[in-house]
């Protein structure tokens, strides 16, 4: 595969989830970013912005298996990643595979559960494998867990622990339709009260197992100079001393965004970084990572504007 090829890959993936989904542009381009970076995906938005229907679409025009747990405040981490039954008729333990065992994860409302629940999860978004009673099985390649909060409802919600936040990618608030979006997504949906079905728009499964993999390994041919490193490395670093942020990125934060850049200049058509790759994914990166001072919060700033401050403090490189 050569960058035409992935451009071409890029195109016929919007053009699939367009069959279904209206608008939403940015979230497949930050998805198919965040699948061929090897990382994972928190989108929140009001009940009703196509979430769900968005995962599955993406994933039907990907060819990947797709599994969806609906997070409670009753699910157990078994049942996330599965457990040994006793079988009676041979005598012997059999591993019940949970719902984690497949390529793309839906989490749905994963806010809507404790943090012992949620921590089931650390340990196959970071090292893609699960480990019961004691032996590890290994997932994927490709694995993503896409999980989904609603930001408005929070009776009965655990905020996410900073350790498991610091393990996605990119975090995207999905906001509501313009007036004209919204008036064709009435002209499509309109005659449906429930989730329409995928195969009733013509969705095809345009990218196979191996066109992904072939795109995954082009990526690694992307150029990063010494310059954008060091003004990658600089911006993150910036978090961790400004005086609106108690709490800064990690260092993890800088290798996926380094990744992601990659990632970008290639669906750009590009074998190599510019700072602009750089400057827009500093938000979807950074802003679920960062802890806001206490009188930042009284004064109402959000984690986007320190962002956009630190983004026009650090120089970028011409």
């Given at each position: 595969m050569d960058l035409e090829a992935l451009q071409s890959l890029r195109v016929s993936v919007k053009q699939q989830v367009a069959k279904v989904i209206v608008g939403q542009e940015a979230a497949v381009?930050?998805?198919?970013?965040?699948?061929?970076?090897?990382?994972?995906m928190l989108l929140e938005g009001v009940p009703g912005t196509a979430k769900t229907l968005l995962a599955r679409t993406f994933a039907t025009c990907l060819s990947m298996a797709f599994g969806r747990i609906q997070f409670t405040p009753d699910l157990m981490p078994g049942d996330v990643i599965g457990t040994n039954v006793f079988n009676f008729q041979?005598?012997?333990?059999?591993?019940t595979r949970g719902p984690v065992f497949t390529q793309l994860l839906l989490a749905d409302e994963i806010n809507r559960t404790p943090p012992k629940t949620q921590a089931a999860l650390l340990?196959?978004?970071?090292?893609?494998?699960?480990?019961?009673?004691?032996?590890?099985h290994p997932l994927g390649p490709p694995f993503m867990v896409l999980a989904t909060q609603n930001p408005i409802e929070q009776q009965g919600t655990y905020p996410l622990p900073e350790a498991q936040l610091d393990r996605f990618?990119?975090?995207?608030?999905?906001?509501?339709?313009?007036?004209?979006?919204?008036?064709a997504i009435v002209a499509r949906h309109g005659s449906n009260t429930i989730m329409p079905r995928i195969s009733e728009f013509g969705v095809e499964a345009t990218v196979t197992p191996e066109a992904l993999a072939a795109a995954r390994q082009l990526i690694v041919a992307v150029r990063l100079n010494d310059d954008i490193v060091a003004y990658i490395v600089d911006?993150?670093?910036?978090?961790?001393?400004?005086?609106?942020?108690?709490?800064?990125?990690?260092?993890?934060a800088t290798n996926m965004l380094a990744s992601a850049a990659r990632v970008l200049a290639a669906l750009?058509?590009?074998?190599?970084?510019?700072?602009?790759?750089?400057?827009f994914l500093v938000a979807p990166t950074l802003r679920h990572?960062?802890?806001?001072?206490?009188?930042?919060?009284?004064?109402?700033?959000?984690?986007?504007e320190v962002l956009a401050q630190i983004v026009d403090q650090i120089a970028a490189p011409r």
């Open positions: 381009d930050l998805m198919l970013t965040a699948l061929l970076a090897d990382g994972h041979t005598n012997a333990f059999v591993l340990e196959a978004m970071q090292e893609r494998s699960v480990t019961i009673d004691g032996r590890s990618l990119f975090k995207l608030t999905l906001a509501y339709p313009s007036r004209a979006e919204e008036m911006l993150v670093r910036a978090t961790r001393e400004h005086s609106s942020l108690q709490f800064g990125a990690s260092p993890r750009s058509g590009r074998d190599f970084v510019i700072p602009d790759d750089v400057k990572r960062l802890v806001l001072a206490p009188g930042a919060e009284m004064e109402g700033l959000r984690a986007d």
